[in-house]
């Protein structure tokens, strides 16, 4: 029907391009177009947020924001589209990263440390102000504009981990190879993703693959 559909850093964890892939646009050309462009285009911070490493990684989120907002708007400018979708990540990752630092009733809360971040989230909520504004700029007054979110945000002191239910009330079986039973018996002593983490991100052993599989 003559329809043209633009879309900018539609992701889920099931359509990740791979982390070593040097192409992730289509076509193949654009990715060089846009770092001619604009620069090299960030899909994630390139800084780890880590425990002294909190100032860091909000520049890194302003500079990812801030490399979607002109890529999205050169795109916009220069290629032609009926629809255009774009996702901004940095609203998502401010508030699992500094949290804690913005609400008093959270139980890691430290008044200090809020004096130093607990502006972070309202500062990338002003700067996806000035996105919006921006690309509301490029548009005119017969384009229809759809914002919306996935979900909402806020404190996370609790979880439940379905697997050790189901394990612990029988509906849940760990396989009988080696492997299995291995990194079962790890899990029994504590040797999680998550209580390692602190351990491996405090002294700096953390590869590629594993700062973008592991959630801070």
Known sequence: FGFRFRFLNLWDKCIFPPLEAEIYTYPKDLKNEIETQIGEYRIFPQVLFRKGNEA??????????????????????????????????????????????????????????????GHAIRSIYEHIDEVVKGLLEEIDDHTYVIIMSDHGAGPAVAKSMLNNWLLNIGLLKIKRTPVSQIKYLLFRMGFTPENIYPWVSKFKLLNVRLKRTLDP
């Open 56 to 117: 860091a990684y909000l520049e890194d989120l302003h500079r990812t924001l801030e490399t979607r907002y002109k890529t999205t708007r050169y795109l916009m400018r220069n290629k032609p589209w009926s629809l255009f979708a774009v996702v901004f990540g940095a609203t998502d990752w401010v508030m699992h990263a500094y949290w804690k630092y913005h609400d008093p009733q959270h139980p890691r809360y430290d008044a200090n440390e809020a004096q130093k971040y």
